[in-house]
């Protein structure tokens, strides 16, 4: 998934909106269910963390900005059009690319649903055009509806779940729960800026957070896989190691 | 005729000596990513352009934050709501088109009549019958007040909103998408600050003014097919939202937005069948530049849409496209703009009926 330029709020800022670093797993449902046409909070349960799984990477270093939005304020659904006589100025942060004119911001995702005819569509579409993507419903975007993206369809690989800790060079963010040391290798081959993140993983229908419904996820903000002994990963056939956002 | 057809756009503007779109936590100083001096402005930015040139044409606006009319949403409501009961014939073309409606009218109707405002209105202000037909009420205005509003605001049908109808709230997605535009090249900021005097008879204010010398600035966009079926968004609407985006910026001439000038637009129009976008297009542009010379004009770039041009004619050998529709500044030097895709003229400077 790429684009110029993204916001993923975090859910408890309210006078200033802050932006997670990655779209969180929550974002990344809503954007597949939109693309096959969902309608909103309609795919919560389909998209559940016992039904899908989804890994991510960021894969081009990014950077964050704060812009002040002057923005409706609204206090009561009547105000919905802009009749209060004030505005609410908002500090945004935006996510961009380090530089947006040459640059884009690059995140890969894998998916794995159980249900194989919602893989099956969901390849279809991916794989129906190789000029930008193709989409049942929504306009995608990283984030908010106005910073527009595109898709580009990678390739389908087989995984394998290792279930016992062993030392692997981590493609994709990775759980907290899951890491049992990090095993950082400062050379030229891999540079680190990691951070953790607590990231909303599923909804109930409500849009609530569910019991497991947040984790903490350490993210490498410049694009290196993490060397780390990690509990459980996904090894995929062309090589890779992957964990699941849960 | 509601939109059948997917389009991604891409709109070019110059701002010269201007300010595009100030950052009210920085002095008001151009939105800017100071590290690559790449200007920024936002996408609430065009659409303010877009819906108040609308309103200037006489198009009732849902987002209206001028100060002269300030209403609440259920007035606005109130009133949209009268204009079309006291419109016998579009009200009953409005059950035409809605059968639904219609069924929800003849339950909660007493009389056949055709003085359905004077009707309506007997019963909504008949306590005793509101009581008992709470429910039909409820039913009718909910799918009277959701066809109607998108009938009558244009800004809705194009950008979508947040609104509440019957103590419900429900959140349309606009067709219309537009990115934060950014300049396609460094730009830079007019190093003296022009003092602002603002005098009054007893008092007297001194601020800062920021300006740019020069900045080719672009954004991109979609239009959604499945989102225009939801908010009701035409053909006509499409035609008009072209022309409000280069003329709503060419009209608003306020002190700090004197010096922006449409430059370009194209939109690549997909088959109705093809559910696809190629998403951002400003990644298919090439934008070179002296870097030993401070940008003051379009004269000192080379805007190149080679890619973008041949990715459009491979799109059109599969026959995804439909058709590719532009304007560019009739006065644009076509030096520094080159092999831009073959495209349909639309004249953008036409004006527009009034609403």
């Not at chain 1, 990090?182 to 019991?211: A, M, N, W």
């Not at chain 1, 780390?228 to 996904?234: D, E, L, Q, W």
């Not at chain 2, 409606?101 to 008949?126: C, H, M, P, Q, V």
């Amino acid at each position: 998934m790429q684009g110029k330029m993204a916001h993923f709020r975090r859910y408890y800022s309210n006078s200033s909106a802050l932006s997670y670093s990655i779209p969180p797993r929550t974002t990344i449902i809503g954007i597949l269910a939109g693309l096959l046409g969902y309608k909103r909070d309609s795919y919560y349960d389909l998209f559940a963390l016992d039904q899908c799984k989804i890994a991510m990477a960021n894969c081009s270093p990014i950077k964050k900005q704060m812009q002040k939005m002057n923005l409706l304020k609204i206090e009561r659904p009547n105000e919905f059009n802009g009749s209060n006589e004030y505005h609410s100025q908002t500090p945004t942060e935006l996510i961009l690319p380090q530089n947006i004119r040459t640059g884009i911001i690059d995140y890969h995702i894998w998916v794995y649903h159980k249900d194989p005819k919602v893989m099956e569509i969901l390849e279809q579409l991916f794989r129906s055009t190789s000029y930008g993507f193709s989409s049942y419903g929504i306009s995608l975007a990283l984030g908010t509806a106005c910073h527009l993206g595109w898709l580009k369809f990678e390739s389908e690989w087989e995984g394998e779940y290792k279930n016992i800790p062993e030392s692997v060079h981590v493609e994709s963010v990775i759980p907290a729960k899951y890491v049992e040391r990090l095993e950082v290798e400062v050379d030229k081959q891999h540079e680190y800026r990691l951070v953790k993140e607590d990231l909303p993983l599923e909804f109930d229908q409500g849009r609530r957070l569910t019991e497991h419904g947040k984790g903490n996820m350490i993210i490498n903000l410049i694009p290196y896989p993490i060397k780390a002994i990690v509990t459980s990963h996904v090894k995929l056939n062309n090589g890779q190691a992957i964990t699941w956002m849960e | 005729m509601v939109l059948t057809q997917n389009s991604d756009f891409i709109f070019g503007f110059e701002a010269t000596m201007t300010n595009p779109n100030g950052d009210p936590d920085q002095e008001n100083k151009p939105r800017m990513d100071y590290e690559t001096s790449t200007v920024l402005v936002s996408d609430v930015r065009r659409k303010r352009d877009i819906r108040d040139f609308l309103k200037q044409k006489g198009y009732p606006i849902f987002v209206d934050t001028l100060a002269d009319k300030k209403v609440p949403m259920d007035k606005m409501f109130e009133t949209i709501r009268d204009q079309w009961l006291e419109d016998k014939e579009a009200f009953e073309k409005l059950f035409q088109q809605n059968e639904e409606l219609l069924r929800a009218w003849n339950s909660l109707a007493e009389s056949d009549g055709t003085n359905y405002k004077e009707i309506y209105l007997k019963l909504i202000n008949d306590k005793e019958k509101v009581r008992k037909k709470k429910s039909m009420i409820s039913d009718f205005n909910n799918l009277f007040l959701t066809d109607i509003i998108k009938k009558s605001l244009i800004d809705i049908r194009l950008f979508g909103s947040a609104m509440a109808i019957e103590g419900i709230t429900r959140t349309y997605t606009g067709p219309v998408q537009v990115t934060w535009g950014y300049s396609l090249h460094p730009a830079e900021l007019v190093k003296s600050n022009t003092i602002t005097t603002i005098m009054n008879d007893d008092a007297s204010n001194f601020g800062k003014k920021h300006k740019l010398y020069y900045a080719l600035i672009a954004h991109y966009g979609t239009i959604n097919k499945y989102s225009a079926k939801l908010t009701g968004m035409t053909e006509t609407d499409r035609q008009l939202f072209r022309k409000s985006l280069v003329q709503g910026m060419m009209s608003n001439q306020t002190d700090s937005k004197q010096g922006q000038t449409p430059l370009f637009y194209l939109e690549v129009i997909y088959q109705p069948e093809f559910d696809g976008y190629l998403g951002d297009l400003r990644r298919f542009l090439t934008v070179t530049y002296d870097e030993q010379k401070s940008i003051r004009g379009l004269h000192d770039l080379q805007v190149d849409f080679t890619q973008l041009s041949k990715t459009i004619e491979e799109m059109k050998k599969k026959d995804y496209i439909d058709m590719v529709v532009g304007w560019v500044h009739p006065f644009a030097d076509m030096n520094h703009i080159k092999n831009l895709p073959k495209y349909e003229m639309v004249d953008l400077w036409a004006p527009i009926n009034n609403g």
